[in-house]
């Protein structure tokens, strides 16, 4: 897993660095290069470098983990549970016959390894017989030792012709050690016993708690045995009398024997006759320990990366793009309830309506009670009372189509005709605009209340100004025209700074 974290880390950097190029591209084709900077004013640029580095070492702190990083020990007793197995195989003569290919013996010696791969927690033991037998290799679980000792059979192996199962019988009982219950015997032969007492003595060996799988090895039909001289000349096996001598495969008696015991019989047929024989046979059979050994038991040391990087992710998300600037705490305020703090810096600075006269008063509990369009038809119906401003309508339409000379014109003709005290009503009707969602006489009213003589008025209409055309902006209707209008909003709160050098929020937002 080490190499995972050679190459995943300077992937994922590779990537952050890709995506970030990425963005910068498109943020290019929308916003200028001069522009840019005074836009994303209140995102700090550390701090995202620091979220990158924590998403980073997040990563690769996953992935030391996975690697399951150990170190310090303690020494354990480890037991192995399974079972003991004798394999007995017959190499009498008999076994030469070629009715399974190559021959039955090493068709027998083959099924043995099988056995020997499908038993990895037992222990095994090997007896070759055929008029006798002997215990060639003990109980064992080292594979290659057994595997050598059933490489060695050969016909001829044991001095004694003949097969005797008895003998193949008693001597695996001399294999197991005293007291244990489960003895297994697998017993590789074609079944020609020349020694009746082969059922007599499983019986015996049930009683002692052995079970016998008996593996039958050849064909019912059978074969003659060949044989070659030491000349090179083959010829067939002949008995006393002289008969060519044709073996056959005993199923019934290998049958009873592996009946009487709690076993079964298994033709020694397809490759999968061992995988039979194991699952069915011996897998089911109860374990027991086997054997014992001190190991070494290492301590899983993940835990600590793991959290760490579970740290660094929480840190992340907790860890915010945009500066902390103080808030300037205003009674009604489009920022909060509004835009959430992706656009916090945004609030109007519009405290209760600013008081004008007597005669707004309506217009005032409009707005209090959240009635933002009616307040705004109200204060403009106040306006237009005393025919002081020409009709706006025309102006903020086109202001919102982007005909900002045509507005700007309607303006100058507005301000021709102020009088004192329009400065607050228009400031008014601009909040109440704002709140109403109409943007565009938002902007006109707040632009003709910044040329009121009053500084404090004149910060607070630049500032509630450079709000309108920033959301203005939003809706444009395409790139050019939202550049256009968020550069307005720019001068706007530039205005608002040289009118409040302490304004924090104008600052923000430029």
Known sequence: ???????????????????????????????????????????????????LVLIVFAVGCALLALARPQWGFDWEEAKQRGLDIVVAID??????????????????????????????????????????????????????????????????IIPVGGTALTEAIETAQTAFKEGENYKVLVLFTDGEDHDSNALETAKKAAKAGLKI????????????????????????????????????????????????????????????????????????LPKSD?????????????????????????????????????????LV??????????????????????AASASSASAKRLYEDGKFKESQQEYERLLEKDEKLPDLKEAAKQYEDGKRGEAEQEVTRALQNAKPGDARLHFNAGAAAYKAGDLGKAALHFMLSARDRELKLQERAFY??????????????????KISRWEKAVESYQGAVQLDPQDADAKYNR
């Open 290 to 330: 086997i054997s014992s050994r001190l190991v070494k038991r290492y301590h899983e040391r993940f835990q600590w990366p793991l959290a760490l990087a579970c740290a660094a992710l929480l840190l992340e998300m907790l860890l915010p793009e945009r500066k902390r600037l103080p808030r300037r705490e205003s």
């Open 464 to 481: 509630n100004l450079g709000n309108a055309l920033y959301r203005a902006g939003e809706r444009g209707p395409d790139a050019n025209e």
């Open 213 to 284: 799988f008996t593996v039958g090895v050849g064909t019912p039909n059978g074969e003659l045995l060949r044989v070659t001289d030491e000349s090179g000349a083959t010829g067939y096996i002949k008995d006393e009398q002289g008969n060519v001598v044709k073996s056959r495969l005993d199923e019934e008696l290998l049958q009873e024997i592996a009946t009487v015991t709690g076993g079964f019989y298994q033709a020694l047929r397809g490759a999968n006759s061992m995988e039979t024989l194991y699952e069915q046979g011996l897998a089911p």
């Open 333 to 354: 305020s489009a920022g909060k309830a509004e835009w959430g703090k992706a656009v916090a810096a945004l609030s109007l600075l519009l405290a209760v309506p600013l």
């Open 91 to 156: 190499t009498s003569r008999s076994m030469l016959a070629e009715d399974v290919r190559p021959n039955r013996l090493a068709r027998a010696k083959l099924a043995a390894l099988d056995l020997m791969k499908l038993a990895k927690s037992d222990r095994l033991a090997l007896v070759p017989f055929a008029g006798a037998a002997f215990l060639q290799c003990p109980l064992t679980l080292d594979d290659d030792a057994f595997r050598q000792s059933v490489e060695a059979l050969v016909v001829g």
């Open 1 to 51: 897993m080490l190499w995972l974290l050679a190459v995943a880390v300077p992937l994922l950097v590779w990537f952050l660095w890709w995506a970030w190029r990425k963005k910068q591209t498109l943020v290019a084709q929308f916003v200028q290069s001069r522009l840019l900077a005074q836009l994303t004013v209140g995102v700090s640029q550390a701090r995202l470098k620091i979220r």
